[in-house]
């Protein structure tokens, strides 16, 4: 009986990050203080504005991967800490420069940078942290860190050109959102994770499968965050439910609900969404469409599929906390829709 | 008789840069085709933004620098057009990122990036310029280059982000303005000249010395174009003679100015630059006092100090064409003030 007690336990457990956070958590310590010592300036600004956005902390999940993958690939030593360190650099850099392109005033539920201070300074300090980025690589003095991460950023760029140009368009397709999703988000994930492979000098089929795993994480991690926009979930994460809709972004709950409708539905979206012309009970609506029309639930249906991929993609390495910490981080990113 | 004419000719042959492009020119059109090649996108905007400011061309002064400090280094090699190239698209990124923070709506007489497309676009073409960079750096393979121009590019964000900071004060002194100007101008200038060295593989005193030339070369270079920014010869330059004024940048002619004047001086300058209250005859009044305590042709004689360091710094080299070619140039960069 004890036994079934214990199943129905282990059934109904979650699926979290703890098992990730705390296998990461000696070494994200000495990530954080890496991470503090280097965006140091004598001009007081740029620690002051790049401490404001760092310590509103988010769960580190980029540096996560270089640090989990290195382990998992059996590394010992301690490069993977200040490449950790770039990843997040990079990460923060993008941040700082989308919230002055995405006009935020909000960055997980606290002022953003550009808020606080202006646009200006959130555009140099983000070119800081990217210079500085690219110092702490070349210290490490791996050119092959550096080929996959400078190519990562520039892929990033072009990524979010590409969201700008396309962005509160109705008819963007589920293969141009798609596209945007893999460059601006899964690409740096897919660079993490790989580079943990590097640092630990294992043969390209793991670097290759560690990419794959990076490139269909980040895809399920940012098509749920894009369904949890509309998920009443979302209140408890420090983002207001509705900002995308707002913004007239174009994710794929709308885009899967746009194309299921009919003529007026087309309509309603192409008003809120392209012409930003809303009202009050606008958002209830779209809520009503989506849900008429499966887009949350389908839409969290196709992570499952890019998050099944970067579960096979781990299938070579062998079994072991870092590969169940990983495959369950998959899980979490997906359950956490719920 | 005929040989009076002729040294008459020579004394009042102004110096210019035809010696240095002239010298330039081959590389200069293989560097051009590598700008192109490398800032194509499937993105269109990204080449179309990119084109626009890099087809406005400029001197391509800094690029230029690699590839004569290459030369006289007596590099025999294709390296260093590459490496131009990345020095020209770090500069063209902090082109456009300054132009979003500076709000200019022109760039060389011609409307700026942000002001045809906008700042959303600006921020991020520069930033795929700037990975695009570190890309071409990083398949060129020297470390000492990425060293050099990741630790440059991170100097730059520094100095544009201490000149956002004491921007309109009245009070800043010649030390800060120096600061700034060797940080957000005078750097690139001297990594661009310093990697002339280091793809020749020269002893560091060589590099070191190129260093030296860019950094002082780049301060003179600076202070002149504060300098021609309240002078007549500026009309012919491309840009509106009192754009600095009309902004309320402190640079080296107020500065002067500002700690020569008397209490009513010091007031009109402070409402004018800091409080930006600006009526049609102070633009006027600002020649007058300029005029009044010397201030234009003072920074003039500062800027030729720092043109004195970058001649000597060319000592240790032989004498060439080359060498004489970037001594012209610093003469040029002096005069072209008159």
Sequence with gaps: MGVVVSLDGEREKKPSLEALTALAENDLKKVNQLILDNMQSPVALIPQLAGHIIAAGGKRMRPMMTLIAAHMCGYQGERHLGLSACVEFIHTATLLHDDVVDESDLRRGRPSANAVWDNKASVLVGDFLFSRSFELMTADGSLDVL????????????????????????????????????????????????????????????????????????????????????????????????????????????????????????????????????????????????????????????????????????????????????????????????
Tied chains: 1, 2.
């Design 147 to 338: 080929r996959i991460l400078s190519n990562a950023s520039a892929v990033i760029a072009e990524g979010e050109v590409l969201q700008l140009i396309t962005a509160n368009d109705t008819e963007t397709s589920e293969t141009a959102y798609l596209e945007v999703v893999k460059a601006k988000t899964a690409k740096l994930f897919a660079a993490a994770a790989q580079i943990g492979a590097v640092v630990a000098e294992r043969p390209s089929v793991e670097e290759e499968a560690l990419e794959t795993f990076g490139t269909n994480f980040g895809i399920a991690f940012q098509i749920i965050d894009d369904a949890l926009d509309y998920s009443a979930k979302q209140a408890t994460l420090g983002k207001a439910v509705g900002d995308d809709f707002r913004e007239g972004k174009i994710t794929l709950p709308v885009i899967l609900a746009f194309r299921r409708g009919d003529d007026d539905e087309r309509a309603f979206w192409r008003r809120t969404l392209e012409e930003l012309d809303q009202t009050d009970e606008d958002l209830d609506k779209a809520f009503e469409l989506l849900n008429k029309h499966d887009a949350l639930k389908d839409a969290v249906e196709r992570a499952r599929h890019y998050g099944a991929i970067a579960r096979d993609a781990l299938g070579i390495f062998d079994d072991g906390p870092e590969k169940s910490a990983l495959i369950e981080a998959i899980d979490f990113c997906i359950e956490r829709a719920y």
